[in-house]
């Protein structure tokens, strides 16, 4: 997924479960969860690199996502909002309005960059904006994944 997205220039700032890694802490998780630069060009090349992966969108098993009139194209994307995806390579969730950000502005000023074996380079969410979001979204594993962070920081094993 990160390979495609780098292949279509899509500007995004990596974060959940997988940024983690960036600060030392390695952890299983089901998806890869990103925030992208919300300008329009940058919005078009997303939703080019969505339609390569050929994303729809995850709702409940008895909803179909067509009856919203939503797409995870150019016009849906733009409205904003946080798009569960499911794709050919995976879940991929692409956050555009996240708890204890200030959007990806905000985390792009934060962020580190770090190479992704077979992918290329990407920007992951700065420890302290990690630490941010977890508290502020509360879920038993974000508060294991603070005490990981912080751990991995004071240089303590898992």
Same mark, same amino acid.
Request: aromatic share 6%.
């Given at each position: 997924?990160?390979?495609?997205?780098?292949?279509?220039?899509?500007?995004?700032?990596?974060?959940?479960?997988?940024?983690?890694?960036?600060?030392?802490?390695?952890?299983?998780?089901?998806?890869?969860?990103?925030?992208?630069?919300?300008?329009?060009?940058?919005?078009?090349?997303?939703?080019?690199?969505?339609?390569?992966?050929?994303?729809?969108?995850?709702?409940?098993?008895?909803?179909?996502?067509?009856?919203?009139?939503? #797409?995870?194209?150019?016009?849906?994307?733009? /409205?904003?909002?946080?798009?569960? *995806? $499911?794709? %050919?390579? =995976?879940?991929?969730?692409?956050?555009?309005?996240?708890?204890?950000?200030?959007?990806?502005?905000?985390?792009?000023?934060?962020?580190?960059?770090?190479?992704?074996?077979?992918?290329?380079?990407?920007?992951?969410?700065?420890?302290?904006?990690?630490?941010?979001?977890?508290? #502020?979204?509360?879920?038993?594993?974000?508060? /294991?994944?603070?005490?990981?962070? *912080? $751990?991995? %920081?004071? =240089?303590?094993?898992?």
């Amino acid at each position: 997924m990160l390979r495609l997205l780098a292949e279509h220039g899509v500007d995004v700032v990596i974060i959940g479960g997988f940024a983690l890694s960036a600060h030392g802490v390695i952890r299983a998780t089901k998806d890869i969860d990103v925030v992208p630069d919300p300008r329009p060009d940058n919005v078009r090349r997303l939703a080019g690199a969505l339609r390569a992966l050929g994303a729809e969108v995850m709702l409940a098993e008895d909803f179909d996502p067509s009856g919203l009139g939503l #797409a995870p194209d150019e016009d849906g994307l733009a /409205l904003g909002g946080n798009w569960a *995806l $499911r794709t %050919r390579l =995976g879940r991929l969730d692409v956050m555009q309005d996240v708890a204890g950000t200030k959007g990806y502005a905000g985390l792009r000023s934060g962020a580190v960059e770090r190479e992704v074996p077979g992918a290329g380079r990407f920007w992951f969410a700065g420890f302290d904006d990690l630490i941010a979001m977890k508290v #502020a979204a509360g879920r038993p594993q974000d508060e /294991l994944d603070v005490t990981s962070l *912080l $751990r991995a %920081r004071a =240089g303590e094993g898992p």
